[in-house]
């Protein structure tokens, strides 16, 4: 009896973990990336980018293949997972040989690849708006791209999941490997970041500061994301169902 619960321990650690670098729902999530440029540019302008993207007159290769999105894709998930994942992997040595090490490390791989993917959606969009405004105003081809890739690489900053450690706080960091403190800043990251986005825009608009970005802030925060995770959700849900 002992070998046996012995066995449907492992199994049990085994899919709980295997299920956080496979778990098509955050992967599907990811999508909500695409967004990013929207937090900072007008939304006619944004639509018309993400309608050139879907007709292909914008191609999100170059960006993809970039040195800003690879360095996402490189890191793969987050590093709130990575760490549980490496920690859970260090505690149980035993329990993982290199086939399972390779089935969940790829998990996390096309995590990454797929938060890559949306990023550079929203990325491509927002390069094109920034470079077309330079070139209105008279500046070259070359100095208009290098310029908008400045703005798009600082602009992902502000907006996309945060995928290193350095971007979290010194504190989240050191106390990423307590087991009693993990959980606690398990998402802290992006929703420090969000609520950050949110909080500005915020006051400004309480004391009558507020700009348009601010009005899309709210938007996107209150409106336009929760309806795309809600959707999302949903049809997650009616897949998983029985009925």
């Known amino acids: 009896l002992t070998a046996i619960e012995r066995l449907s321990s492992k199994l049990q650690s085994a899919v709980s973990v295997s299920a956080l670098a496979w778990n098509v729902g955050t992967m599907v999530k990811q999508s909500l990336a695409a967004l990013g440029a929207l937090y900072k540019m007008p939304t006619r302008a944004y639509l018309r ?20 999105i690879r360095r996402r894709v490189e890191a793969g998930a987050t590093p709130e997972l990575r760490q549980v994942m490496a920690g859970y992997m260090a505690e149980h040595p035993g329990k993982w040989s290199r086939r399972p090490r390779e089935f969940v490390n790829y ?8 938060d890559g993917f949306f990023t550079a959606i929203s990325a491509a969009i927002y390069h094109d708006h920034v470079s077309n405004e330079m070139r209105a105003s008279g500046m070259g081809e070359a100095e208009a791209s290098a310029l908008a890739m400045r703005e798009t690489e ?58 348009k970005q601010d009005a899309r802030v709210m938007l996107v925060s209150h409106v336009i994301a929760p309806l795309i995770l809600q959707t999302i959700t949903n049809i997650i849900r009616d897949a998983r169902s029985d009925d």
Request: charged share 20%; proline share 3%; hydrophobic share 45%.
């Open 49 to 68: 980018g993400l309608s050139r993207v879907l007709s292909g007159k914008i191609d999100i290769r170059p960006m993809f293949e970039s040195a800003i």
């Open 154 to 211: 600082s602009m992902i900053g502000d907006t996309a999941q945060p995928v290193e450690l350095m971007d979290r706080s010194l504190f989240e960091a050191g106390n990423a490997a307590s087991p009693n403190a993990r959980w606690l800043f398990m998402f802290a990251s992006e929703s420090r970041q969000k609520t950050a986005l949110y909080g500005v825009a915020l006051h400004r608009i309480a004391t009558g500061r507020g700009t």
């Open 107 to 114: 998990g996390m791989e096309l995590l990454g690849k797929t």
